[in-house]
């Protein structure tokens, strides 16, 4: 059967998957947002769910400083004696950890720290009892741990550094059929991105590395997938499978904004030995699989209305939020945001709930009742990247009046590009709109979805890796400010839409 790729559009980066019975678990890196590390559930590989998240209390982790190159970086998680492990790296906080949890939808446990150097931790439960812990520090470090308490049994040893490519990271060991094999990611998680492999008949080497290396790489060719690695591998109990990250680029120049996504291919065992990626190391957007599965749901129309006490597993907080900020009780129907100093260029958590940008062409659109008091407090619908490149469209006060403004973050360029007064009628109630592509960003204002007025636009390329860095994606949110000082009034967010078209 075909199934399509990616299989989680938008920032899913780092891909980990485990098997317990028939079904399988994944997890994926998540940076500054919270709640972190979000993990999903599949039975065919291609169609994921979300069941929530591995990192859902404050006391978990700490993400108050985290900026967009730091916080949780990839995770790795593993099913065994009915218990899952996460192990992850907070580089803002603790460094490399492991959670625990019975059941994959919580709750986790609170972290059992690991004094290891390195990120992008691994665990490997050998046949003897063995629990090794494997990191990356200019190569692949490993050591005997106590899994219940995080404690080293043995000193970390260098096993191997990878074939000869930078930033060697992304260590994970299996053993299948009595060979120990580990895999890395080298080249770093830009267009020269690969998977190596090499294998060995003892979990501490020497390591025999792959002929074929990279065993996956899209570097130097056509294919509209790049940046590929950073891989994890899964038996169904008949088949095998690599989840591995990539990037979907659009624009004579190859810019990508919605980050590094999830993709899946088959993988198949080679006379020599080792595995042979999709389509000898070329993975493409539709493949076959051996599996049976369900139809993939390509399309979203999603409307959120606030009725419920919980929030869907798809929203995330910047940093670790102040909950006063936040309401769904005190006006039943509505999300109520209160508006802090903090704004959206702070290294803070402002009152701010956002979603991820799955698809290149999508509508955003919400509806909000706020009734700023003066001209610093403000309340609306951006498009983030990190807190030095965004758009927003926003309801304020400009010149005794209240208005509507749109202004744009780009580095250390900030310009509210323009700003009119709002009829009486949406001075009450105003929806706000963003229409994107892979060209622009559009934000349009109005009475209702069906008759609104565009403001202005934004490029959509300065909100791209290329020029804004870090290693996300873009989020869409809702969010109120007072700009240095607390919102006197709160906002109240009515909906909130997406949709692709």
């Known amino acids: 059967m075909k199934y399509k790729n990616p299989v989680l559009p938008g920032f899913y980066p780092d891909p980990s998957v485990c098997r317990a019975g028939n079904d399988f678990y994944l997890v994926t890196s998540s940076f500054e947002y919270f709640p972190g590390v979000p993990i999903f559930h599949s039975k065919d590989l291609v169609n994921w ?24 970086y990839a995770p790795t998680i593993r099913y065994h004696n009915g218990i899952f492990y996460m192990t992850t790296t907070n580089t803002s906080g603790i460094k490399n950890f492991i959670v625990t949890a019975k059941s994959p939808e919580g709750p986790w446990s609170d972290p059992i720290p690991v004094a290891q150097e390195g990120i992008d931790p691994s665990l490997f439960f ?36 990878g074939t000869g490519g930078r930033f060697p990271e992304a260590p994970h060991l299996y053993k299948i059929n009595e060979w120990y094999y580990l895999m890395l ?7 020269e991105h690969m998977v190596t492999m090499a294998r060995s008949k003892s979990p501490w080497g020497p390591f025999e590395p792959c002929c074929r290396n990279p065993v996956l790489s899209h570097r130097s060719t ?32 190859d810019t990508h904004n919605i980050g590094r996504e999830t993709f899946l291919t088959p993988i ?72 802090s100093k903090d704004n959206l260029d702070d290294i803070a958590s402002p009152a701010w709930l956002g979603r991820r940008q799955c698809h290149h062409n999508v509508n955003v659109l919400t509806c909000v009742e706020f009734q700023p008091e003066n001209e610093n407090e403000e309340a609306g619908l951006c498009v983030r990247k990190n807190e030095q490149h965004h758009y927003e469209i926003f309801i304020t006060k400009r010149n005794g009046k209240i208005s509507v403004a749109l202004r744009k973050r780009i580095a250390d360029l900030k310009v509210e590009v323009t700003s009119k007064p709002l009829p009486y009628k949406m001075q009450k109630r105003c929806v706000l709109a963003i229409d994107a592509d892979i060209n622009n960003y559009v934000f349009s ?29 873009v989020y869409f949110a809702m969010y109120a400010t007072g700009n240095g000082k607390p919102c006197k009034n709160p906002a109240d967010f009515d909906w909130f839409e997406y949709k692709t078209k």
């Not at 509209?224 to 990037?247: K, M, N």
């Not at 080792?274 to 051996?290: D, I």
């Not at 009725?307 to 129907?333: I, Q, T």
């Open 49 to 72: 769910k979300q069941i929530g998240h591995c990192l859902h209390r404050n006391s978990q982790v700490d993400l108050r400083k985290a900026e967009c190159f730091s916080g949780i």
């Open 126 to 161: 050998d046949d003897d009892g063995n629990v090794f812990y494997t990191t990356a520090c200019g190569g692949a470090f490993q050591s005997i741990i106590d899994i219940k308490t995080g404690k080293l049994l043995s000193e970390p040893k260098l096993i191997w550094k």
């Open 185 to 191: 990611a080298e080249g770093g998680t830009g267009y």
């Open 222 to 253: 056509p294919n509209p997938i790049r940046a590929t690695g950073h891989a994890d591998i899964v038996y169904t109990g008949e088949h095998w499978f690599a989840v591995f990250l990539g990037v979907r680029t659009f624009g004579y120049d």
């Open 268 to 339: 198949f065992w080679a006379e020599d030995g080792f595995p042979v990626f999709g389509n000898n190391g070329q993975v493409f957007l539709e493949m076959e699989t051996p599996l049976i599965v369900e139809e993939q749901n390509l399309q979203i129309n999603q409307r959120d209305d606030f009725d419920n006490e919980k929030l869907p597993f798809y929203w995330n907080y910047l940093r670790n939020p102040d909950e006063n900020l936040y309401s769904l009780k005190e006006r039943r129907g509505f999300l109520r945001l209160i508006g």
């Open 445 to 473: 204002y109005g009475t209702d979805e069906k008759n609104l007025n565009i403001l202005g636009k934004g490029i959509t390329r300065y909100l791209s890796s290329e020029v804004a860095g870090g290693f996300t994606g």
